[in-house]
């Protein structure tokens, strides 16, 4: 007899001994490789099932929701390494290096109730990343680093990766290989009259969007090459409405006003129209994406962004960009993850208060 999971954490397999009685049945369950079996309904590995009556010859397929207190022990104590947009649906995703564990592993927060505190004392090095297959590995001398940076200067040569490559006085062989395949040029929409421009990848698809935590986007042209797409970008980017960078400060204001995806879609499709006549170009034909799907489940509600904080807990809502976001009493709270990669970080299943400043609301 199998169980099927309706809430899980990658887990392999999960095998249901036969008895009489479903109170009494013992879960045998892989995860990530690791046997963990689960005698019983009790606090520290809790599970909700139907209830139903087996009998010993039964093939029986029972619905089962495995509680995330066995996920939330797994990466209890890890080196936090990014913040990320994976899988075919691009959910909200933690990639953490496990204390004791020799390789990353990824944690999906939407919907799960916890805790995270941050140590900033000492900061780590966040490995390195191979252009070539998309894999990514721990700095093999878990280097300790000034906390303006998140990356040894071994593992950043071994990934050879310098995303403002057109400033650089050289670019390094993996660097060459990457910028020789197609990136896409596309603008981004943050809020009313909040446009950026940028380039990405484009096999990486609406990921770059999502890290940025654009609310809506239009991919404008797929280029054979990072030069080409560059030389487009830097075009537009001296637009004085147009944006290159957007600081993550900045966006955050943004989150208390309504977003209306029409209108932004208008406001994309008609800048996207100045561009080709000023600058002769023939855009591909995409329609606007709006994307705050891809972050929460729920619409934003004026979150408190935990700006002098290292720590934060509730039910996580989602991710947008690399604010983490939960909700607390009705009260949705943010905390930026982007400054924090690189240090020791601490996950538990219980939640405490979430301390801040009272917002001061503006009546203009």
Request: aromatic share 10%.
């Given at each position: ?58 093939s029986v397929v029972i619905q089962l929701s ?42 999906s927060p939407r919907d799960k109730t916890f ?60 660097q060459q290989a990457r910028n020789a395949q ?183």
């Open positions: 007899m199998f169980c099927v999971v309706q809430d899980g954490f990658g887990v392999d397999d999960i095998r249901v001994a036969p008895c009489d009685d479903v109170d009494a049945i013992t879960l045998h369950m892989v995860y990530l490789g690791n046997l963990v079996s689960v005698k019983r309904p009790n606090r520290r590995a809790q599970y909700i099932m139907t209830q139903m009556k087996l009998n010993h010859n039964a495995i509680c995330y207190t066995i996920a939330i022990t797994m990466f209890g104590d890890s080196l936090f390494i990014y913040y990320g947009y994976h899988g075919n649906d691009k959910a909200p995703s933690l990639t953490l290096h496990p204390k004791g564990e020799n390789s990353f592993k990824s944690f805790s995270l505190t941050f140590d900033t004392a000492q900061r780590f090095c966040t490995g390195w990343h191979d252009l070539a297959t998309s894999e990514s590995f721990p700095c093999p001398d878990n280097a300790q680093l000034p906390k303006q940076f998140d990356h040894c200067r071994h593992c950043q040569n071994k990934t050879g990766f310098n995303p403002a490559f057109y400033h650089a006085a050289s670019v390094s062989p993996q197609p990136h896409f040029l596309y603008i981004a929409h943050f809020a009313p009259g909040v446009i950026k421009v940028g380039i990405s990848w484009a096999e990486r698809g609406i990921s770059r969007l999502l890290d940025q935590g654009a609310r809506s986007s239009l991919i404008i042209k797929t280029y054979p090459s990072a030069t080409i797409a560059r030389q487009y970008e830097a075009k537009i980017a001296s637009l004085p409405d147009i944006a290159e960078t957007l600081q993550v400060k900045a966006k955050h204001k943004f989150l208390g006003r309504i977003y209306d995806s029409q209108a932004a879609a208008n406001e994309l499709l008609k800048t996207r129209h100045r561009l080709t006549k000023t600058f002769g170009m023939t855009p591909d034909d995409n329609n606007p994406i709006y994307l705050d799907s891809y972050y929460t489940g729920v619409p934003l509600q004026n979150p408190i962004i935990l700006h002098d904080e290292h720590k934060i807990s509730g039910n996580c809502i989602g991710m947008l960009g690399s604010t983490i976001l939960m909700e607390q009493d009705g009260q949705q709270f943010g905390l930026n993850l982007g400054d924090l990669t690189g240090y020791r970080m601490y996950m538990t299943s219980e939640t405490e208060a979430n301390k801040y400043q009272p917002q001061q609301v503006s009546l203009f």
